[in-house]
C-alpha cells in the first residue's frame, strides 16, 4: 500500500528449520510474517534496510513502524523490514485465555 514518501509490502517466509526439521516447530511458527517499508524511488540495489526483530511482547508492526521506519524512510530514506514474531502469533491466536 502507499504512504507519504514510499510504500509497505505485506508478505511471509516460511521458516528455514521448518524444511530441515520437519515437525519441530509448532505450525502456527513455521510461517514468518514481515512488512518491508521502502522509499517510493527504491533502487532494488542501492536501497538500504534496516531489520527490526520483534521484541518481548511486540505482537504487531505499529510501533516498530510508527516510531523506527518511518522516520528512517522519511528522513533519511532507508528501507525497513519489520519481522514479526512467529511465536507471538502462536500465543496470541492460539490460546484461549490470552487478553491483548
Known amino acids: 500500500r502507499r504512504i507519504s514518501g514510499g510504500r509497505i509490502y505485506e508478505g511471509f517466509l516460511k521458516s528455514p528449520l521448518a524444511t530441515v526439521s520437519p515437525g519441530l516447530l509448532p505450525q502456527e511458527a513455521e510461517v514468518a510474517r514481515f512488512e518491508l517499508v521502502l522509499p517510493e524511488v527504491a533502487a532494488s540495489r542501492s536501497t538500504p534496510v534496516y531489520i527490526q526483530l520483534a521484541g518481548t511482547g511486540d505482537h504487531h508492526y505499529w510501533r516498530r513502524r510508527v516510531l523506527t521506519a ?3 524512510l522519511h528522513e533519511e530514506e532507508i528501507g525497513s523490514l519489520l519481522i514479526e514474531n512467529p511465536y507471538c502469533i502462536l500465543i496470541v491466536y492460539s490460546c484461549s ?4
Open 70 to 72: 518511518l522516520p528512517l
Open 97 to 100: 485465555e490470552c487478553c491483548l
